[in-house]
């Protein structure tokens, strides 16, 4: 839980800082939107199971945002990359973890499924230039997903 956790807390503060820099809106504020809802999720599950919520390492600066990519063009070809590398990390490594516990298992499954299913569509459109970022217009989130810009070495 609280490795996708991390994750989720990631994510959603590279893509505020994303747009920070970069003034991009989509796909980036749909997604750090869906960002917030997923850890609403994360923070309920770990309550219920008695276990503290931790703050947010990247938006109190203990632990660094890495490198940023150059535009936010070039963040949503890192955004591809990146949600291919998440839905491995839930497959391969969060997910048989949690077998055994089906109430955080259904949970991971949605996130990894939002990641899959909605988020990096909406990566692939806008690395693709039919949509995200300011100077290309639409392009649609989803309002899911639980994008790893960092984790893939190239957004953040």
């Known amino acids: ?3 996708a956790l991390d994750d989720e807390y990631h994510a959603r503060t590279t893509y505020a800082e994303i747009i920070r ?11 750090m939107r869906a960002e917030e ?3 609403a999720l994360l923070f309920d599950l770990l309550r219920r199971n008695g ?17 940023f990519a150059a535009s936010a063009a070039a963040a949503c070809t890192a955004g591809v990359a990146a949600e291919i590398e998440n ?14 516990e089906p109430e955080v298992a259904r949970v991971l499954l949605a996130l990894r499924n939002a ?15 039919k949509g995200g970022g300011s100077s290309q217009g639409g ?8 994008g790893r810009m960092g984790r893939a070495g190239a957004g953040g």
């Open 139 to 146: 392009g649609q989130g989803g309002g899911q997903g639980g």
């Open 87 to 100: 839905i491995r990390l839930y497959d391969e490594e969060l997910l048989p973890a949690v077998a055994a």
């Open 115 to 129: 990641s899959a299913e909605r988020l990096l569509p909406a990566f692939q459109r806008c690395a693709a230039g």
């Open 51 to 67: 276990l503290p919520v931790p703050a947010n390492p990247y938006a109190t600066g203990r632990t660094p945002l890495r490198d």
């Open 37 to 39: 809802q997923h850890a």
């Open 1 to 3: 839980m609280l490795t």
């Open 21 to 31: 820099r970069h003034g991009a809106d989509r796909p980036f504020a749909n997604i």
